[in-house]
């Protein structure tokens, strides 16, 4: 598949600090890509080398197979949803959704219709008169969104677009990116630090740390298959077996993840462990269990019978639920 922007060893250093640390990515034509990682991961940096407001310390960045050196932002054909919007506050929704189309010098009846157009897309239809000020949160967000959109980018970038909207209207708001994106056509790179966002939205996830890629893949292989202890703790918070413990389990010595809907618990199971910590969330019951030198997290689903606190119980799981795992970088 065609890439739409590609990674070669790309590093961006602001003076000891590695903010992108040879990374290495291929983000193809038309997927909704997720960049996922802690903040100070290098997200953000990643993103503005894609869009070309900074340039890489090493490495190079192509853009739809031509090299985006030398390239200002104005003629990549990529635009930006920023963090905090960066709606103009003195304009009307209209004349902020048409900017791009004002500075690319398209006449302004022609401009407006176009923002109009747009200001459907997001399902702002007659908003175009209004102020930024008189929007809510989501609705700002959806006007930011329709001027990046507005003069038909290849690439759309995303950077953590969702985080100031209330748990809801995000929900809200990532089944609608998501079916936008997938009707448009519209290659997407979406930033979060939201694993749970990154894996129900994205085709596929790359997981940050400290600069560096350390997996790229499916929503479900990082979650299935982590390939290093980080991506396992960070991508829905796994329990990460050391090495010398998986040694003594399976005579293997690597660290291995297991989920904690994984564990079984009951009369039968292999292991002993200690009930330390109960939580209630509804669904399930979290249960915290000192198993030999380490602290497990398991499930427990509601209406089934849930141990005490500070009993011994025993757990057990399949063979194939503990996923051994390079060391990480
Ligand atoms: P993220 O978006 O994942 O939170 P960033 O890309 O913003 O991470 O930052 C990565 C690292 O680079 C951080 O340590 C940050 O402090 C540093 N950094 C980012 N931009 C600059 C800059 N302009 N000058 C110095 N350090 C920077
Ligand atoms: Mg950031």
């Known amino acids: 598949m065609q890439s739409a922007v590609l990674f070669k060893a790309v590093s961006r250093l602001y003076g000891d600090v590695r903010a ?140 953590e677009p969702l985080g100031a909207l209330d748990l809801k209207l995000r929900e809200q708001m990532q089944e609608e990116l998501k079916s936008l994106q997938q009707s448009l056509g519209i290659t997407f790179i979406f930033v979060t630090h939201d694993q749970g966002e990154a894996l129900s939205m994205a085709d596929r996830v790359a997981v940050f740390n400290q600069g560096q890629v350390q997996q790229v893949g499916t929503p479900e292989e990082i979650y299935q298959r982590p390939d290093t202890p980080f991506v396992a703790d960070f991508v829905g918070s796994s329990n990460v077996l050391p090495a010398e413990l998986v040694r003594e389990l399976t005579g293997v010595a690597a660290p291995a993840s297991l989920r904690p809907e994984a564990i079984r618990i009951g009369q039968g199971e292999a292991h002993a462990a200690t009930v330390n910590s109960l939580s209630y969330t509804g669904a399930v019951t979290k249960l915290g269990l000192q198993f030999r030198q380490i602290q497990l997290s398991a499930l427990v689903p509601a209406g089934m019978p849930v141990p005490e606190r500070g009993t011994s119980v025993a757990i057990g799981w399949d063979r194939t639920a503990l996923h051994m795992m390079g060391q990480g970088k």
């Open 20 to 159: 992108v640390d040879a990374v290495d990515l291929d983000v193809r034509a038309g997927e909704f890509f997720a960049m996922l990682g802690p903040s100070g991961s290098g997200k953000t940096t990643s993103l503005r080398l894609i869009a070309g407001f900074e340039l890489p310390t090493a490495g190079e960045i192509e853009i739809f197979g031509e090299s985006a050196k030398g390239v200002p932002p104005y003629r990549r054909n990529v635009n930006t949803v920023f963090q905090d919007y960066a709606l103009f506050p003195h304009m009307s929704v209209r004349d902020n959704v048409a900017y791009g189309l004002m500075i690319a010098g398209m006449g302004k009846k022609q401009r407006h219709a176009k923002a109009e157009e747009t200001l459907e897309l997001v399902r702002l239809p007659g908003y175009g008169d209004r102020a930024p000020s008189a929007l809510s949160g989501g609705q700002r967000q959806r006007v930011a969104l329709a001027r990046a959109l507005v003069n038909q980018p290849k690439v759309l970038l995303l950077d």
